[in-house]
């Protein structure tokens, strides 16, 4: 029940996009907030569910470029649930993916403000949907793994690349549009071979939607070659290759209409 949260914090997942794909909850949430906290990359539709009197802050968020710092927004976060009223901190996703979650849970904890935090729909499973594809395959893909793409200062984080090429897992690459031809090269290096099924999703569950397919060898000069401006999400592994049978059930569905 709304009512008995007054004073507490949620912390929101709001999917990639599609306000259809938010969960039930964050929706309520979002209509009962008092004030919302909320990254540059949750659809302005979203935010517009907020009531017309909600104070709607804008902590623009994006791919580690802050307009406001960590800090600030925890200490943002902090001082408005001490107000008594209802905060919701909107997040792009689901909250406890590659979203600061922890800083934010921890800030709350330190200041003795409950919260609770209601989960999205990540980028990745966004993008498998776009593609028809499944992250996890019946002897192809047994196991899936999540990774970020930049790291503080390198430019490329200082993943065991040889552990996640051997691993023959699906490889879901956040925040890796900018990096692609590192990483790649790091994979190409950790022994992954060139023609390994790679496919690029900006814009993932969005009008703008694009979906870009290669290797693992010619994905980097695909995305380069598509300057992108929307959020892009990097998807590596067997499980990426899309067969033909499926491809002529799309192409038909489609044409159906
Ligand atoms: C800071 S991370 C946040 C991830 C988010 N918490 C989630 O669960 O999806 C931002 C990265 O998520 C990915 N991303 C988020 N929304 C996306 C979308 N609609 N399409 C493709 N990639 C997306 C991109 O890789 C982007 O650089």
Redesign the pocket.
Known sequence: MLECVMGRVFLA?AG??DPELLTLKAARVIAAADVLLY?S?VDPRVVAMARADARLIDVG????KHSASQKEICRLLVAQARTGKLVVRL??????????ATEEMEALQAAGIGFEVIP?????T??AAALHVSLTKRAVARSLHFLV?HGAESGLPAHDWVSLTKSGGTLV?????QTLPGLAAHFIEAGMAPDMPAVA??????EG?RILRGTIGSLPGLVLGAKAT?????LIGEAMEQSDELDDVLLQVEAEG
């Open positions: 997942g990639p996009g990254d990359l968020k994006r791919c580690g997040k792009g996703g689901d909250p406890m993916v590659f979203g600061r999205g729909v990540t980028a990745a966004a993008a793409g690459v956040y925040m890796g549009g999703v900006e814009s993932a569950s969005l939607q929307g959020p892009v999400i990097v």
